[in-house]
């Protein structure tokens, strides 16, 4: 074969390189460059209407301007929304062509965008207040709003900027005259403006001073945008965010229904952004450094989970750990039962399980096995004993357990040897068995009806004359082994437990296709202190809407208290008694606007605690804002708002899970132990590193010593004694004292204290 020297490779290389320049792209990938071409030349046909179409088709297929983009020829750059601008300014429409143009200064400056833009603004008509502008810093904020909502960008800016003159700190409800009050954000809406001017270095600056000192949802939106566009001006980390995963480990093998993972990611480019598992995490402000933290719900089986982080230029990480979840324990096959040469009872069987065995006990005492999935075993059991306890673990935590009946025969020194045994019957309390004809049985260890853990193992045994072949709990598939006839298998599984009553059902089929099931039902009561009657009861208010609400955001209210009900954080009052409360005291909607008399309305409703909200629509974009008021003291408890920045169909639904969630984070449910009592007041093992707050409630009780089941070691009850309901008045970093109203409260969680009782606290 003829070797190519190094020369006419080279040439070769060259060759192959100018047929792939010269060969023209696919037409899809130049359908914006030709709608763009097209727009020039009616630009310069002065056709400004078809150019504007043209333009706008370019901006359809291909958003981003670049001004190294080659067109033909020697000539290049690609500036759709500019060039639009200019069209739309030729064509008078100087609001529009405003706005193409800021969006053209927002991905780069250029000189002619400027100063068209700059044209654009001089010839745009005046926004007035609907009142006398007098000068204060209240007019000239209000007006900065309306040329900010008209995309007069330049003009908001000199007007928020005379308004910090007169005032300079944000806050949420500002006191203009009299009892006139606004929200006040001008340091925010400055850095929005400047944004959109493509002035990215003082957006973030204005952005950051916002956050710093009045943190609202908008401002971090905004932040993001500024700090992405800046990124992109300068020289973006090209390299994807770091994720290191703390826990669980890779490979980790539990028995658990779920598992916390935590761990960091960071970026340059600030990490905007994190899923578990396609959950998006409750992220504002986009940091260089964020820590996660999340609950993962397993499958039996395999788990793979996925954590993916996004930085603010778009470029994306993805991490992954494994986790094995087996809660299915070693089927357990009993082969014989048997008088032994000795004249001692001898047990034969088999273990397999699909990852691998731990220990088996008999009777307490410990057997060897042979295999790591496979063993056989044999036992010898005293004589005399009705029955023979069988313990296999695996090395996931799982028990196959069961108590195997010696038959009467098999009893008594001098008795025949037994080749086989069949399982046919099992009794209320004690497993027996019987000769019967039953060719497919299923017999259930006992288990309590009434439990109050959120997992509950059971063990049941299967019998078939034929053979098994399948074994199902809820329709989900157990190991099985094809036993020899009548040969009796032991299964196991880990029941994961709702509130209330769940029903399980356990089927079997052998070979014949018969079939058999068995109906199991628990019911899992919950302690009183983690019960939804015992959370914060809370009233939401109707909410408030500046100006009409518009069909995106006229059902805030419903999905705001569909997102509450379905978190389950707190007791909500019935939307019917507040109704009837306000029939009762001859009160509209509107008046619940007055804090005072929304505080009395709650009170008469039996809440602890009311929720006002204010919704704020826009043009485009809307602001919800909520606040969590004491009834008794009139605090504030925690406040929160989300930001809606493209009003659509279902917006609002998203945004008010998301409010909900923020108010669950703010005030969460949280658990921790009675220190000590010291100067009336008692001191709890609760702090502000756990999120609590003064004018928090508190359940104090005391947890007695929980009822275990001594067979399956199953918890059945616990008594739970509440003590006194608290407030807490000082909260430090890692403690907090609570003040106990009743006096005979407060003695009896002294006296338990002295007695060196453990006591526990709960945030109501």
Do not use: C
């Not at 229904?257 to 990490?271: D, L, P, Y």
């Not at 089986?301 to 982080?309: H, K, M, R, S, T």
């Not at 993805?318 to 324990?329: H, I, M």
């Not at 040969?487 to 209330?500: C, N, R, V």
């Amino acid at each position: 074969m003829r070797r190519i020297g190094p020369a006419a490779g080279s040439v070769l290389a060259l060759l192959v390189l100018l047929v792939l320049f010269l060969s023209p792209p696919p037409a899809w990938s130049e359908a914006w460059k030709e709608a763009y071409l097209k727009g020039l030349d009616l630009m310069d046909a002065q056709k400004w209407e078809e150019a504007v179409q043209a333009f706008e088709k370019a901006i359809q297929a291909n958003p981003r301007e670049n001004k190294s983009v080659r067109l033909y020829g020697m000539r290049y750059g690609y500036f759709p929304h500019r060039d639009k601008g200019i069209a739309l300014y030729r064509l008078g429409r100087w609001e529009a062509a405003t706005q193409a143009l800021g969006e053209s200064l927002r991905q780069g400056f250029s000189e002619e965008a400027a100063r068209y833009a700059e044209l654009a603004r001089k010839r745009q008509p005046i926004v007035e207040l609907p009142r006398v502008f007098r000068g204060t810093w209240w007019d000239y904020y209000e007006r900065g709003l309306l040329h900010s909502e008209r995309g007069l960008w330049n003009l908001a800016v000199e007007d928020f900027r005379a308004a910090l003159k007169g005032q300079s700190r944000e806050e949420r409800f500002a006191r203009t005259y009299g009892v006139h009050f606004i929200e006040y954000f001008p340091v925010r809406e400055m850095g929005v403006a400047l944004y959109h001017e493509g002035q990215f270095k003082a957006a973030v600056q204005a952005l950051e001073r916002s956050l710093a000192t009045a943190p609202t949802a908008k401002a971090a939106y905004y932040l993001n945008l500024a700090r992405a566009a800046l990124l992109r001006q300068s020289a973006p980390d090209r390299h994807p965010p770091q994720i290191k995963i703390g826990a669980p480990p890779d490979g980790l093998l539990t028995n658990l229904a779920k598992v916390e993972v935590h761990g960091t990611a960071e970026s340059r480019n600030f990490v905007a952004g994190v899923e578990i598992n396609g959950e998006p995490l409750l992220i504002e402000t986009a940091a260089a450094r964020l820590p996660f933290a999340q609950t993962v719900l397993l499958s039996p089986g395999q788990n793979l989970i996925e954590v993916v982080a996004r930085d603010l230029v778009g470029n994306e990480a993805k991490a992954t750990v494994g986790v094995l979840s087996d809660r299915e324990g070693p089927v357990v096959e009993i082969e014989r039962v048997a008088r032994s040469a000795a004249g001692r009872i001898q047990l034969d069987g088999a273990l397999y399980d699909n990852v691998r065995l731990g220990a088996l006990m008999i009777d307490g005492r410990s057997i060897p096995l042979s295999g790591v999935t496979e063993s056989k075993f044999s036992a010898e059991v005293r004589s005399g004993v009705d029955s023979v306890l069988i313990e296999a673990a695996d090395a996931a935590g799982n028990l196959t357990r069961a108590r195997l009946p010696i038959p009467p025969e098999l009893r008594q020194p001098g008795a025949k040897r037994w080749p086989s045994v069949r399982l046919v019957a099992w009794g209320p309390a004690v497993p027996v068995f019987f000769h019967t004809r039953e060719p497919l049985t299923i017999e259930l260890e006992p288990v309590p009806t009434e439990v109050q853990q959120e997992t509950m193992p059971i063990s049941w045994i299967v019998a078939a004359v034929s053979g098994l072949a399948a074994v199902k709990i809820n329709d989900e598939a157990k190991t099985v082994r094809q036993a020899e006839g009548a040969k009796p298998q032991i299964f196991s599984h880990i029941l994961t437990l709702a509130e209330g009553e769940n029903v399980f059902i356990i089927g079997a089929a052998d070979r014949a296709g018969r079939t058999v099931s068995k109906k199991l039902t628990v019911v899992r009561k919950v302690e009183e202190v983690n019960q939804i009657g015992s959370r914060l009861s809370v009233a939401v208010m109707p909410f408030q809407h500046k100006g009409k609400p518009t069909e995106f955001y006229e059902g805030a209210y419903e999905a705001m208290v569909d997102a509450l009900v379905n978190q389950g954080r707190f007791k909500i009052v019935s939307r019917v008694q507040l109704e009837n409360i306000l029939r009762e005291l001859k009160l509209s909607r509107t008046e619940l606007v007055d804090p005072a008399t929304a505080v009395r309305v709650g009170k008469l409703a039996a809440a602890e605690a009311i929720m006002v909200a204010t919704v704020a629509e826009y043009t485009r974009e809307a602001e919800t804002y909520v606040q969590l008021i004491n009834t008794e003291t009139s605090t504030v408890l925690a406040s929160k708002d989300v930001f809606d920045p493209a009003k659509s169909p279902g917006s609002v639904q998203l945004k008010m899970r998301e409010l909900a969630a923020k108010i669950r984070q703010d005030y969460p449910v949280v658990a921790g132990a009675v220190i000590a009592v010291r100067d009336r007041r008692v001191a709890v093992g609760l702090g502000s590193q756990k999120r609590v707050r003064p004018d928090m409630k508190v359940i104090v009780y005391l947890e007695g010593d929980p009822l275990i089941d001594p067979e399956t070691k199953v918890v059945l009850d616990r008594n739970v004694e509440l003590l006194a309901e608290g407030l807490l008045t000082e909260v430090r970093p890692q403690v907090s004292f609570a003040d106990i109203k009743k006096g005979e409260e407060l003695s009896r969680i002294e006296r338990h204290v002295a007695q060196r009782k453990s006591l526990k606290v709960i945030t109501k």
